[in-house]
């Protein structure tokens, strides 16, 4: 009999023992409640609430692998255990094992379908492994669990924005703010979300909220320094640029943004600094290193090999990809029906689509099928003028990369062309995957890329003369030009020559600000105290800007151009921007970067353009036009000869007016301003690819 009582009393002993543990446990005396739930399981080994809340103990001290035995030990015991279900799936998340935590969570669902932190729990394992669109289901589900669950709808919000659908991705953030107003993380994301869908007047707000909440986070002075430069309001944005780099000297980040900021303000060199110094700090940074490549095109001492150099070094952290390809199973007929594919974000009205469009609305399709790949963000007319034609149109934006590729291969797509180069949203990662069996790029920046995996470059003898084409990767395939001249609607007819009323010449460019350099400004000035009576036009939407005006009167005046000599105009919309040519009689060409489909703009109104090509590519641009149409006296091969030629043609009105009345007409008939024929040269050089890939073999 006396065996009874004393198992009684030592079961009471263990139960006090495990309520002495929860209550240690509950009070944050780890280390002793620890002591305890060794001695109870010491004596018990499968008491299963004690080996839950030991393994509990163990993920707060930070120790998962020893917690989940413990775990796993429990629900041995009690296998619909949901608060040992939802420890263990904590231990498997800390662990790096997401697979596994999901199986939890799902049996955990099952048990609590009601339960919002169960939903928003599994929403976060599913991002875990990169299954976005289930982890937005579990999201949307633990807030209709529970409508003020913050943290779901801020991860909601997040995964919305990864696939660029931003309006949603708003609501979702405001949502958060309105539970919890100083939210920063919410502040900013909605602030990159609006900056992405243009609306950079509220984002600013939204940036301002959160600096006044921290006022010294670089980040957010980085966020809200990029939306100023967006509205034009760069001095403040260098203030916070410089800001942010005094509080974190070694941001990448912020010597990235602040080169792209000295790229639109005309200080190229800095800009090259920038984006040097953020690649010492983060040479994985690839936009910094594709930025820099841009820049390098404003950098008047900067040489083609040098250039080409830069791209192939980029172009190196992607060769592994190109290696990784699988071949092709297009079928090796040279002359079959062939599969285009066009890939780019600027499918609207932008400078490089009027170079690209003809040759996607005037397709031969009997011989091409013309698939376009479009990032496009803000559709337009154009776009509905280039879906309009036949192509296949797929929506791309928020595509990955890898996503993207293998779609392109599920197409069957025998030549894709980029139409991006090295500019902003251009998707060349996707190209050194290899998606297509001939690749080319062409159009948008024609200065070859560095990546073997793109075969060809589309340009001309002028472009890319033959002695600089061993220095890209891309072998060179010549046009009658590097752009062909399309115009979806009607333009403006060129008028007389405006000197013949005015009496006096007015030069101009319509070139971006970026272009328009202090050595720039100083050459024009030359020109004008050679026609003491001439005026200069400047046109770019950063001219509304005083900030941007007054340096460049400044060093105009520094040569003698008094202010009111200078005129400055913004941008308008396309018939008002062609009709701004009537009032210029002689366009001057910009140096080191020179004008593409600005040149042939201003042929096209009748303006004669005055050129000095040099030494690298992005200088050559006019020069390959003027060249292609027979108008080379415009081609000077030196400042002296700028100069003169400039101020030859102001000298005789009767010549420049006659030269006026040529130019639409000569652009009109060429292989370049007719974009039938220009189609047919392109889809000419698309055949000869393509026989020489099928020949391979």
Not at 189 to 218: I, M, V, W
Not at 463 to 487: I, K, M, Q, Y
Not at 555 to 567: F, H, K, N, T, W
């Amino acid at each position: 009999m006396g065996a009874w009582p004393d198992r009684a009393r030592a079961m009471a002993q263990l139960d006090e023992d495990f309520r002495r543990a929860t209550e240690l446990h509950r009070r944050g005396d780890l280390a002793a409640a620890e002591r305890l739930y060794q001695s109870v399981l010491t004596q018990a080994p499968l008491r299963s609430d004690a080996l839950h809340l030991f393994g509990l103990l163990r993920l707060q001290q930070g120790r998962p692998a020893d917690a989940l035995p413990l775990l796993e030990r429990a629900l041995a015991a009690e296998p619909r255990s949901p608060e040992a279900l939802a420890n263990a799936a904590g231990a498997l998340i800390a662990l790096g094992r997401p697979a596994e935590a999901l199986q939890k969570l799902d049996a955990l669902v099952a048990l609590r379908p009601a339960d919002a932190a169960v939903a928003y729990n599994r929403g976060v394992v599913l991002e875990a492994l990169r299954r976005d669109d289930e982890a937005a289901l579990s999201y949307r589900q633990a807030l209709r669990n529970f409508a003020n669950h913050g943290p779901a709808q801020f991860n909601l919000g997040n995964l919305l924005a990864k696939a660029a659908r931003y309006d949603e991705a708003v609501a979702c953030y405001d949502k958060v703010l309105a539970l919890a107003p100083g939210h920063r993380d919410a502040l900013n994301n909605a602030g990159n979300a609006l900056a992405k869908l243009g609306r950079h007047a509220e984002a600013l707000s939204r940036f301002d909220r959160a600096l006044a909440r921290q006022p010294n986070d670089p980040r957010t002075l980085l966020n809200r320094a990029s939306a100023l430069k967006e509205l034009r309001r760069y001095g403040e944005a260098l203030a916070d640029y410089q800001r942010a780099l005094e509080l974190d000297p070694n941001s990448a980040d912020a010597h990235y943004n602040l080169g792209n900021a000295l790229i639109d303000l005309g200080r190229p060199e800095e800009a090259v600094q920038n984006f040097r110094r953020a690649l010492a700090l983060a040479p994985d940074l690839a936009d910094a290193h594709t930025s820099l490549i841009f820049a390098l095109n404003f950098v008047a001492a900067s040489t083609a090999a040098e250039q080409q150099a830069e791209r192939a070094a980029w172009a190196k952290r992607y060769a592994a990809l190109s290696a990784a390809a699988p071949p092709h199973p297009n079928g090796r007929d040279p002359e079959r029906r062939l599969r285009v594919g066009y890939v780019s974000p600027y499918f609207r009205g932008q400078a490089a689509t009027y170079a690209f469009g003809g040759v996607i609305v005037h397709h031969d399709r009997d011989r091409f099928e013309v698939l376009c790949y479009s990032d496009t963000q803000s559709e337009d007319d154009v776009t509905e003028r280039l879906k309009g034609s036949g192509c296949v149109w797929r929506r791309t934006e928020g595509m990955s990369d890898e996503v993207l590729a293998a779609l392109i291969r599920d197409d069957g797509i025998d030549i894709l062309v980029d139409l991006v180069g090295h500019m902003k949203g251009h998707r060349l990662p996707l190209f050194a995957r290899k998606p297509a069996p001939v690749q080319v790029t062409a159009w948008g920046e024609p200065t070859g890329t560095g990546l073997r995996g793109i075969d060809y470059l589309l340009a001309d003898p002028v472009l890319v003369p033959e002695a600089e084409r061993a220095l890209l990767a891309e072998r060179v395939f010549d046009l009658p030009n590097f752009l062909g001249f399309w115009t979806p609607v009607p333009l403006p007819e060129p008028g007389p020559l405006a000197a013949r009323g005015r009496g006096a010449v007015t030069f101009g460019s319509f070139n971006r600000f970026a272009k328009v350099l202090p050595a720039v400004l100083r050459a024009w000035a030359q020109i004008l105290r050679a026609v003491p009576d001439a005026r200069l036009v400047l046109k770019d939407r950063l001219f509304d800007a005083a900030s941007q005006r007054t340096p460049m009167l400044a060093v105009l005046a520094q040569e003698g151009i008094a202010p009111e000599r200078v005129s400055f105009l913004d941008q308008a919309d396309r018939a008002a921007h062609f009709a701004a040519y009537r009032e210029i009689d002689i366009a001057l060409d910009p140096f080191p970067h020179g004008g593409g489909m600005t040149t042939l703009d201003a042929l096209w109104m009748g303006v004669p353009v005055v050129t000095m090509p040099g030494r690298t590519i992005s200088s050559r641009l006019a020069a390959a036009s003027l060249t292609a149409l027979g108008l080379t006296d415009l081609v000077a091969p030196d400042l002296d000869r700028y100069v003169s030629r400039a101020k030859m043609l102001a000298a005789d009105l009767e010549a420049l007016a006659g030269l006026r009345a040529s130019l639409r007409p000569r652009l009109q008939n060429s292989a370049i301003g007719d974009p039938v024929r220009y189609t047919r040269a392109v889809e000419t050089a698309y055949r000869e690819m393509w026989r020489r890939w099928c020949a391979a073999l």
